[in-house]
């Protein structure tokens, strides 16, 4: 065959605008170096509050240097497009085999409802049926969620077709309804009628599954029903029970794996890996390593898709579009992984705990793409089996898709599940590579991250897609205390990456492009932003108590370079949220948050680690929770802050606030009383800035604190903690 033309099956574009903002960076560094020679050169000169001006430098020397980290993911943005045309004209008929995991771990917080809603958005892929295979892992062996799955697989037998038909979209059920809601009902009447049926089946499978979840039992004559729920009778907690497997539906099962029009169904299998309280289980990396071992025994496919269970798919051809990748002649060999975004559904509009990670997912993902890839972000990622497995790249490495012998064409159910279940069990990766070399890295709390990485560092490349239809939906956290452990989680991986023997820093030396590098450790330093921030947002303010400048003069040359980093950074990050189509009051929004992680999540994650090293705490994974109360999620919509219940970390931020506020109050009564002299404020200028914006985005502490009476503010036990830390430092700080 003579190519006559080679048409890629993608296409990759760079960012416009780039000389601009390179400018822009080099003008803003040139700013940055002379406020590092202000600090050196005057740092002699101050007589009262020495330490504090060399606190300052140290500050202003890591932010400069984080700052110059961050241009990395800025500076050279590129934009992929594929062609699903050209990949169904030319490899339709050969489209390799896709196995899809969901994990799940707990029933309470991740309800049934929405793992099987999820389950179901991937079974109705725009894909041949018989090449997918879609698994639910459930770290909990969790009755409820196997009767749910059980259930949806019999819904599937309508769902499916039903999709495909009518060229439905989303394929989440519940998504789907939900969005008639706005987009209107179906005009076409055959669609109407079935949309009739189809909601009714739902809305009984529904019934019958909170009821389950209510009971907390799943009722007799459904478990007489399905063999599967003997697989129980051993089981005495979710800590300790054997390996339950179930194929739900599998093409060779000819009386229960066709959907209603006579067409196969996508295999569907449950798993609960084995658990034991003696061995550990790793979490999700665990859950996921055991699913690479059963879904190769069954049906292994090429390319893997993971999804967290909440992330249903939005958008029926991402596996197409993420094929087009792969699949590409010349440049599909070396991509190991397509990370798609994780947008969140339940975001609001001007998205109070910035959880929708805008500048992350528009600007810093694009940009780790032009030097190597995106890394692994845990959900919403196409994989290739090999790399994924631990195989490393080289320039013979070819992608070979035509060898798929159906080398499960007469495989026997029962054997399967019996050979598959030893793969699942707690000793089988005992003295194996599994966790170390093969499959997801174990002991570090981002194992995705730390897993992404170390497939690049193994020569691979990864893909960054953000199509206009958002491929996935989730939900992000919908409180404050949520939102911080879950970035403390984050932060404390991320640097765990840097102290392990993966670090970006050293192991990633010569096996990742520079740019990569430091892209990399832009996260993984997130958590030791703290001890700058808070220098920052604490010792200004009680120097201006004491009259004491840290900053230049008003009138003083010194205080241009001062002004343009503030002003231009304010400005350019500004606009950048605009660009993403964010607004003015989520980009303020945006930056509270921002505050909020590194005076807390960041600084425990710090202490965690550094306790971790010295062995006096173990790591663990604190699930988010799926599920808002009605109540709380009343003020989710309106915006309303949800402080809640009492952590360490809410008094931190609740002292920090108050701190602040009342070094602001006390110089404003100085200014109101005309006591001190005018010409005070020229000097402090800057610290009177930086301590009235503590305050003023500080605005919902305060209301949490004295004003709300909701069950949302924050509790009266932070009140009384914070109240006395902080007039604790500001009383000591007068007197001394
Ligand atoms: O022991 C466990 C713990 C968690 N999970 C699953 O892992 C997923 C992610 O957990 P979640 O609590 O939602 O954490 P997030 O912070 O939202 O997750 C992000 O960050 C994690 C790493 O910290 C990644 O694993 C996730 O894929 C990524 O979406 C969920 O489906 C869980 O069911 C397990 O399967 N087993
Ligand atoms: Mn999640």
Request: aromatic share 14%.
């Amino acid at each position: 065959m003579g190519r006559v033309e080679y048409s890629p099956l993608f296409e990759t574009r760079r960012c416009r605008g780039r000389f601009i903002y390179r400018s822009f960076a080099i003008s803003l560094f040139v700013a940055i170096c002379f406020i590092w020679h202000y600090r050196f050169s005057h740092i002699t000169k101050g007589e009262d509050g020495n330490w504090a001006w060399l606190g300052m430098l140290a500050s202003e020397l890591w932010f400069g240097f984080y700052w110059v980290l961050t241009q990395a993911l800025r500076w050279n943005l590129v934009f992929r497009q594929p062609f699903k045309n050209r990949l169904s004209q030319r490899y339709e008929k050969k489209l390799p085999r896709v196995d899809i995991f969901v994990c799940t771990a707990d029933p309470d917080i991740e309800p049934a409802m929405m793992v099987i809603n999820t389950v179901l958005s991937v079974m109705a892929y725009d894909y041949p049926t018989e090449k997918l295979s879609v698994y639910l892992s459930d770290d909990a062996g969790s009755q409820i969620t196997f009767y749910a799955l059980l259930e949806a697989s019999n819904f599937a037998k309508h769902w499916v077709p039903f999709c495909k038909r009518f060229k439905v979209e989303p394929r989440s059920p519940s998504a789907y309804f939900k969005s008639l809601v706005s987009s209107g009902y179906p005009t076409d009447p055959s669609q109407a009628k079935e949309l009739g049926n189809i909601k009714k089946l739902y809305d009984e499978m529904e019934k019958r599954i909170e009821d389950a979840t209510k009971f907390g039992e799943v009722a007799k004559e459904a478990r007489l029903k399905h063999m599967g729920f003997s697989q129980w009778d051993s089981y005495s907690s979710r800590r300790d029970h054997d390996t339950i497997l179930q194929i739900l539906l599998h093409k060779n099962d000819h009386n229960n794996s066709k959907d209603v029009d006579g067409f196969v169904l996508p295999a569907l299998v449950y798993l609960a890996r084995e658990k034991r309280p003696q061995y550990f289980h790793n979490f999700k990396a665990g859950a996921m390593n055991s699913l690479l071992r059963v879904s190769s025994n069954i049906s292994n496919g090429k390319i893997i898709l993971n999804v967290d269970c909440d992330m249903y798919s939005n958008n029926s051809q991402s596996v197409r579009d993420a094929l087009c990748f792969f699949m590409d002649e010349e440049k599909g060999q070396e991509i190991a992984y397509v990370q798609f975004p994780q947008t969140f559904e339940n975001a609001t509009k001007n998205d109070l705990y910035g959880g929708s990670l805008t500048s992350i997912l528009e600007v810093e993902f694009p940009g780790l793409d032009g030097y190597g890839g995106p890394l692994y972000a845990g959900t919403g990622c196409f994989h290739k089996r090999e790399s994924l497995c631990g195989m490393k790249f080289s320039d013979q490495y070819c992608n070979d898709w035509n060898s798929e012998d159906d080398q499960f064409k007469e495989a026997n159910l029962q054997e399967l599940e019996q050979q598959s279940k030893v793969l699942a069990s707690c000793n089988y990766e005992e003295n194996t590579l599994w966790g170390k070399e093969m499959g997801l890295k174990y002991g570090c709390p981002v194992e995705d991250v730390i897993t992404g990485l170390s497939i690049q560092c193994q020569g691979w490349k990864s893909v960054y897609y953000n199509p206009p239809r958002k491929a996935f939906l989730g939900l992000a956290p919908t409180t404050l205390p949520q939102t911080l452990v879950q970035h403390k989680r984050w932060s404390e991986g991320d640097l765990q990456i840097l102290l392990s023997k993966y670090s970006p820093a050293w192991y990633g030396f010569g096996r990742i492009n520079f740019g990569l590098q430091m892209g990399y450790s832009v996260y993984c330093l997130w958590a030791p932003n703290c001890l700058a921030t808070l220098y920052y947002s604490i010792i200004p303010s009680l120097y201006l108590l004491k009259g004491i400048p840290l900053f230049p003069k008003i009138s003083s040359p010194w205080f241009i370079p001062f002004a343009y980093v503030i002003v231009g950074e304010t400005t350019y990050s500004l606009l950048e949220f605009f660009f993403c189509g964010g607004t003015f009051q989520g980009w303020w929004n945006d930056q509270r948050i921002w505050l909020y992680k590194r005076t807390s999540s960041y600084l425990f994650a710090c202490i965690d680690t550094i306790l971790k090293l010295f062995g006096f705490s173990e790591s663990t994974f604190t699930i988010t929770t799926k599920v808002t109360e009605e109540d709380a999620s009343k003020r989710h919509e309106k915006e309303i802050m949800e402080f809640g219940t009492s952590s360490p970390m809410l008094t931190v931020l609740a002292t920090l606030a108050l701190l602040n506020l009342f070094c602001f109050l006390s110089v404003l009564k100085d200014a109101i009383l005309g006591e001190g002299d005018i010409g005070a404020y020229e000097t402090m200028g800057l610290q009177v800035l930086l301590c009235g914006f503590l305050v003023f985005i500080n605005l919902p502490i305060y209301q949490g604190l004295f004003l709300r009476k909701d069950n949302g503010r924050l509790p009266s036990s932070i009140a009384i903690k914070s109240i006395v830390f902080a007039l604790g430092v500001f009383i000591s700080f007068i007197f001394t």
